[in-house]
């Protein structure tokens, strides 16, 4: 049967390409803003120096080349380049490539197999590429979002490099707009402002900005466009943020430390991220008290008091009112005094716990209810504490033969202060009743 659409008939047209398709990079000095990766001292630029191309993962946001830099990988290695989404595939789809592959191999030609989207595969899928990366049958190269140390299994980890691709700066994204201008044969109708404004909208992904830049040069437009005209006109793209992946931990950590640091401006700014990005207020409500208890703990006890405050009042006045009860317990938590002296004693407390095992308490301090256990010496000896001279006895409360520890340490700062007065007090109490 005859192709319905003749190429060569110069009466039919293709479909017009997408300006990122057309903007695709045709070798790998021409991508843009991977040059950690892809320069002579990066992992990639010294394997391709070398000659020798090694099973990859390349991590990074979408938009910054993943695809594009396994194409090119290919071709400069001269391998067959075969893409799949793990997204559409599954295991009989895997079985014919492999076997599709095995039969290059054989007549001299091995496959690079690019895996997009690689972290959906399930562990078994994961495990069917391992013979294969083994034996040579498969160069893989996987593109993820998400951080491979979370989503792929250890074995196919071992037996491939991650590359980590980073999200393109506003200096990369601005190289991008010159070079799509230049194709287009005429500059964006953007006054400086406005540009920069693009350029913001795009959050970091190449691929966003080319699709943004398109839009743009499709409209109708006298002049150059301000940032309140360009916002009237074109919707400022969503932030990347996932409730289930890589975002959602980079930020709670950035949140976390930030407290920790005691900086309100930036803990104020990462909350509003996860707030703005969709996050559920309680789980950031249930981290901030923990929060209170493991970075701040007894040099303001106080604060966790005021986080569960918030969170109750969250909870009776909804979003968006409650989300102010939660800022401001941010930007307490971030100027109290900090001491994580009540989290590591109870850590300590636990390695304590498990080191000593059943050994049972000092039988002066266990009650005896029954004779027997009167005769057996239990409560035998033990000092009434609030009858002795300061209202402190000094005796031993640990396992016999067990040495006494220091657990809990406080710091001088905050309350903790006056608990290192009221240690040390009694330290010299207990040392000179002989406890």
């Known amino acids: 049967m005859a192709d319905l659409f003749d190429r060569s008939d110069p009466s039919v047209q293709e479909a017009p390409r997408p300006l990122a398709d057309r903007l695709r990079p045709q070798s790998l000095c021409d991508v843009i803003g991977q040059n950690k990766a892809l320069g002579p001292d990066g992992p990639l630029g010294a394997m391709l120096a070398s000659g020798d191309l090694a099973s990859l993962i390349l991590w990074g946001p979408p938009g910054v080349g993943k695809t594009t830099i396994a194409r090119l990988l290919a071709d400069q290695t001269a391998l067959h380049f075969t893409r799949i989404s793990a997204i559409f595939s599954g295991v009989p789809e895997l079985r014919k490539l492999f076997e599709q592959a095995k039969l290059r191999r054989q007549n001299g030609q091995g496959t690079l197999l690019f895996v997009d989207e690689i972290h959906r595969f399930n562990k078994s899928q994961q495990d069917s590429f391992l013979p294969y990366m083994e034996d040579g049958t498969i160069t893989l190269v996987g593109a993820t979002t998400e951080n491979p140390s979370f989503e792929l299994n250890a074995a196919l980890l071992s037996r491939a490099q991650v590359i980590v691709l980073d999200r393109l700066s506003l200096a990369d994204l601005e190289r991008l707009a010159q070079r799509a201008e230049r194709e287009l044969n005429r500059p964006l109708p953007l006054a400086g402002p406005a540009r920069d404004a693009l350029l913001e909208m795009a959050d970091g992904d190449g691929r966003a900005l080319l699709n943004l ?44 430390k930030s407290v920790r640091g005691s900086d309100p401006d930036a803990a104020l700014y990462w909350f509003a991220r996860m707030i703005d990005g969709g996050e559920d207020p309680r789980y950031l409500a249930r981290r901030l008290t923990r929060m209170a208890i493991e970075e701040i703990g007894n040099a303001d006890p106080q604060a966790q008091a005021v986080c569960l405050d918030a969170w109750q009042s969250f909870e009776r006045m909804g979003s968006p009112e409650g989300e102010l009860a939660l800022a401001q317990a941010v930007i307490y938590l971030a100027l109290a005094p900090k001491s994580n002296a009540g989290y590591v004693a109870w850590k300590a407390a636990l390695r304590m716990a498990r080191e000593t095992g059943s050994k049972p308490p000092p039988k002066h301090i266990l009650n005896a209810p029954t004779r027997l256990m009167k005769a057996e010496g239990y409560g035998e000896g033990y000092a009434y504490d609030h009858d002795a001279e300061d209202g402190f006895s000094g005796q031993n409360y640990f396992p016999d033969g067990v040495k006494r520890p220091v657990l809990y340490q406080p710091q001088e700062r905050g309350f903790e202060r006056e608990l290192c007065k009221r240690i040390a007090f009694f330290a010299r109490l207990r040392e000179k009743r002989g406890g």
Request: charged fraction near 25%; hydrophobic fraction near 40%; aromatic fraction near 6%.
């Open 213 to 256: 830049i398109a839009q743009v040069m499709g409209w109708r437009v006298s002049g150059k466009l301000d940032p309140a005209e360009l916002s009237r006109r074109l919707m400022r793209r969503a932030a990347q943020y996932d409730k289930s992946g890589d975002a959602h931990y980079n930020l709670i950590s950035a949140l976390h």
